[in-house]
Nanobody, 112 residues
Framework: QDQLVESGGDLVQPGGTARLSCRCSGFTFSMAWMHWVRQVPGKGFEWVAVISPDGSTKYYSDSSKGRFAISRDNAENTINLEMRNLGSVDTGVYYC?????WGQGTQVTVSS
């Protein structure tokens, strides 16, 4: 069974940075498009970014473009999300997904 385990969520100061990771197993990671999706309080789920199987193609939501960077390490079956210039609007639970399965999420709280 596919397993995705996120980590790296934390309390972050406004304007700060955070790095999320998602370790995957149980499927052919190197052939999977991988996404980050977040659940924002009171606003539901919001897609954040996606990366192609070889890492050469990346797309971002308008809200994450220019501030977030998605990457992957196919040798480690891991994807990452580097986030900078964080604001309160970025507070939420961040999930990775391979379009079939989701991880349990990791909480990012942006607050002073």
């Amino acid at each position: 069974q596919d397993q995705l385990v996120e980590s790296g969520g934390d309390l972050v100061q406004p304007g700060g940075t955070a790095r999320l990771s998602c370790r995957c197993s149980g499927f052919t990671f190197s052939m999977a498009w991988m996404h980050w999706v977040r659940q924002v309080p009171g606003k539901g789920f919001e897609w954040v970014a996606v990366i192609s199987p070889d890492g050469s193609t990346k797309y971002y939501s308008d809200s994450s473009k220019g501030r977030f960077a998605i990457s992957r390490d196919n040798a480690e079956n891991t994807i990452n999300l580097e986030m900078r210039n964080l604001g309160s609007v970025d507070t939420g639970v961040y999930y990775c997904t391979n379009e079939d399965y989701w991880g349990q999420g990791t909480q990012v709280t942006v607050s002073s």
